[in-house]
């Protein structure tokens, strides 16, 4: 009797052990789950890396085009992803150093010698250039906007986890302004629809958001 | 009295100030009594406040289509 209880005992005992490794394995996949899909890039991740570099360099065209340089980038070296990282985690890696190539460059001799013939060319008209340079010590605008920041790129990054169709209709509405009626028409969906679709993004984005920012 | 479903709509509506008076007037009666619209209402003023607040930027359809190609055209 006892022996079989034993018997019994090892068998639950083992049954777990192989249940924990096939919880290893599934692991395992996903783990290497991270592979890059180039085709999506620019739906799933162009927003965000474009916030992150307009809060940088604050000249949307520039910033536009450090994002494309990124994608590019990023499809020129893909081989040496090795997928310990997001992909977004990785793009954005690229993005950094795009950003500091990009301040490197203007600060090289030759873009110093553009910039300060910019500038002389401003104050010649203004005459009192020395007050510009002075920090406002009052100032709260460093710090509000660093917090803006992250706010954006949560709010970016969550409605990057929506459903894409959701993820269009909102961005239009809410970031880039567009009337009902003009988003209606590029879509071809009806005014209901689309409400019906922007309070999903909506009731969405208050769960995105919920832990961190309310 | 309106739905709650007809109160959802009226409150995204008027966060895009999209909504009429009279719709206006009937969500602010219908939250009056329904706890739980008055909560959603609540925080759907406040996701409003906060994309506001964060100064979002997106690129257009067509910047996103014009990268779409120049990708395809590096893939290539």
């Known amino acids: 009797m006892a022996a079989i209880k034993y018997e019994k005992q090892k068998e639950s005992k083992m049954r777990v052990v192989t249940s924990n490794s096939r919880n290893f394995t599934s692991d395992r996949t996903s783990m290497a789950k991270n592979q890059l899909q180039p085709n999506t890039w620019v739906d799933a991740y162009a927003d965000y890396l474009f916030n992150y570099a307009i809060a940088r360099i604050n000249d949307a065209e520039i910033a536009k085009d450090l994002v494309q340089e990124t994608f590019l980038a990023g499809l020129k070296s893909a081989k040496n992803y090795k997928g310990d990282a997001a992909e977004r985690t990785w793009l954005i890696a690229i993005l950094k150093r795009k950003v500091i190539d990009h301040y490197r460059k203007t600060n090289s001799k030759k873009g110093k010698a553009e910039v300060k013939i910019n500038y002389s060319a401003q104050t010649d008209a203004e005459g009192d250039w020395l007050e510009e340079q002075i920090a406002d010590p009052f100032s709260n605008y460093e710090h509000s906007n660093l917090e803006n920041e992250e706010l954006g790129l949560a709010i970016q990054s969550c409605i990057g986890k929506l459903p894409q169709k959701q993820a269009q209709v909102f961005s239009m509405k809410t970031i880039q302004g567009i009337s009902t009626e003009d988003i209606c028409k590029e879509l071809d969906i009806n005014p209901s629809n689309l409400w019906v679709m922007i309070h999903r993004a909506r009731t969405a984005l208050m769960g995105c958001l919920n832990e961190t920012w309310y | ?76």
Do not use: P, W
């Not at chain 2, 959802?8 to 329904?34: D, G, M």
């Open chain 2, 1 to 76: 009295m309106i739905s709650c479903k007809k109160a959802a709509l009226i409150c995204n509506k008027s966060q895009y100030n999209e909504a009429t008076f009279i719709e206006k007037l009937q969500l602010r009666f219908h939250l009056v009594v329904c706890k739980t619209c008055s909560k959603f209402s609540k925080k759907n003023k406040e996701l409003t406040y906060l994309c506001d607040k964060a100064g979002l930027n997106s690129l257009s359809e067509g910047d996103k289509r014009k990268m779409k190609e120049k990708l395809q055209a590096g893939a290539e």
